[in-house]
Every structure is written in structure tokens, then in C-alpha cells.
């Protein structure tokens, strides 16, 4: 079964400065990966997907991921943090072509300091 | 822009009450979902319908009905529900027919209050 584990359930950066938001998957074949980003009140919108081609991996408002077998992480960066993305973000695991359901890490709050 | 389609954004109802959910998707996507979303959680899954048909059922309590009237629409039917109840609903839709992908296309949820 798989299973997903965000490392930090709160991070906060300045304006302008890096961002690092960590991920790490358990499963037992080869998965899929997601991030979502979640702005209050709204909906979940997909940032960037990993699905067995390149292990890095580019999405939208500048957000990267590289996916990393041997240390079955997933971590999402940018190299510079904007105001707007200020909001809470998912990491999700799943199995194509399995029974096996969708899974949601629990989340990790970004904070961009002025 | 989201190209799925929630409504209401907002309801507040009694818990005598029997209201509805609606979700709608024109991308031609044929797996579609109810979520659940407390503050501060993960969103949690409740029902998909794949190809109009019901083809998970998460243990949701049958004061929650879901529909599906056709490949586009998907309603949530709510009675009797309780204050603990209230969260944030997400509708999501999904290309394939429901196997496991993580690719999920959201609406931007109703939030829903019980009193």
C-alpha cells in the first residue's frame, strides 16, 4: 500500500527567497506523483505531476519537483517565493493502474514573509 | 478559472433540512468525486462515480446521497445532517474512468454549515 508523509506541517519564507516544501512516498510499485496547492476557500489545483518520464519535474507559477527513487522523495521548490504563494500545500501518491486509492499527505502551510 | 462547477458556494442549513450539492464538468472527464474537507485537513474521500456509475463508496453515512444524472452533472443529496457535519465539499473530475490517478481536476467547493 502506499502512503505519503510531508515533513513539515508549517514553512515560512521570506519574499524573494527560496522555497522548499519536502515530500516522501511510500509504495510498492511505481507511483505517481502530485502536488496541489490550496488557496483559502478555494478549490485544489494541480501544480505539477510526476508520472514515470522525467524525474524533474516543472509546473506552473515557477513551482519544480524532482522525483527521486532512492530517496522515495518528492520534494516541491522555487527558487524565488512570491506573496501570492501563500497557501497550503498537498503532496499525493497513487498507483496507476491499481486498486489502490488516491492519497493526500496532510499538508504543509506556506508562509511568505514581507 | 476552474472548469469545474460547484454550486452553491455557501449553504447553511437545519438539520431537519433536505438539501443538494451540484457539481458540473464539460471537459468530458469520465470518473467524478466527492470530497469532504475539514479546516486545516486533507481533503477526504467520499463517493466517485465512474461512468455514471457508483463505483466507490467510502462508508459515507446514507445521510449523504450522492447521484450521477449523467456523465457531466453530479449532485449530492444531504438530509438529516448533523453540525459535525460542516466542511468544506469538493467536487473533483478525473479523464479516465476511475482507476487511481492523482490527476484530479477540482472545483472550488461549497461550504456548507449545519446548525
Known amino acids: 500500500a502506499q502512503s505519503v508523509t510531508q515533513l513539515d506541517s508549517h514553512v515560512s519564507v521570506s519574499e524573494g527567497t527560496p522555497v522548499l516544501l519536502r515530500c516522501n512516498y511510500s509504495s510498492s510499485y511505481s507511483p505517481s506523483l502530485f502536488w496541489y496547492v490550496q488557496h483559502p476557500n478555494k478549490g485544489l489545483q494541480l501544480l505539477l505531476k510526476y508520472t514515470s518520464a522525467a524525474t524533474l519535474v516543472k509546473g506552473i507559477n515557477g513551482f519544480e519537483a524532482e522525483f527521486k527513487k532512492s530517496e522515495t522523495s518528492f520534494h516541491l521548490t522555487k527558487p524565488s517565493a512570491h506573496m501570492s504563494d501563500a497557501a497550503e500545500y498537498f503532496c499525493?501518491?497513487?498507483?496507476?493502474?491499481?486498486?489502490?486509492?488516491?492519497?493526500f499527505g496532510k499538508g504543509t502551510r506556506l508562509h511568505i514573509l514581507p | 478559472d476552474t472548469e469545474v462547477t460547484q454550486t452553491p458556494k455557501h449553504l447553511v442549513m437545519g438539520m431537519t433540512n433536505k438539501k443538494s450539492l451540484k457539481c458540473e464538468q464539460h471537459?468530458?472527464?469520465?470518473?467524478m468525486y466527492w470530497y469532504k474537507q475539514k479546516a486545516k485537513k486533507p481533503p477526504e474521500l467520499m463517493f466517485v462515480y465512474s461512468y455514471e456509475k457508483l463505483s466507490i463508496n467510502e462508508s459515507v453515512p446514507s445521510r449523504f446521497s450522492p447521484e450521477c444524472p449523467n456523465s457531466s452533472l453530479l449532485n449530492l443529496h444531504l438530509h438529516a445532517l448533523q453540525p459535525e457535519d460542516s466542511a468544506l465539499y469538493l467536487c473533483?473530475?478525473?479523464?479516465?474512468?476511475?482507476?487511481?490517478?492523482?490527476?484530479?481536476?477540482f472545483g472550488e467547493g461549497s461550504r456548507l454549515t449545519v446548525l
Open positions: 473533483a473530475s478525473s479523464q479516465e474512468g476511475f482507476a487511481n490517478t492523482g490527476e484530479l481536476f
Open positions: 471537459m468530458g472527464h469520465r470518473a
Open positions: 499525493v501518491v497513487s498507483d496507476p493502474g491499481r486498486d489502490d486509492k488516491i492519497i
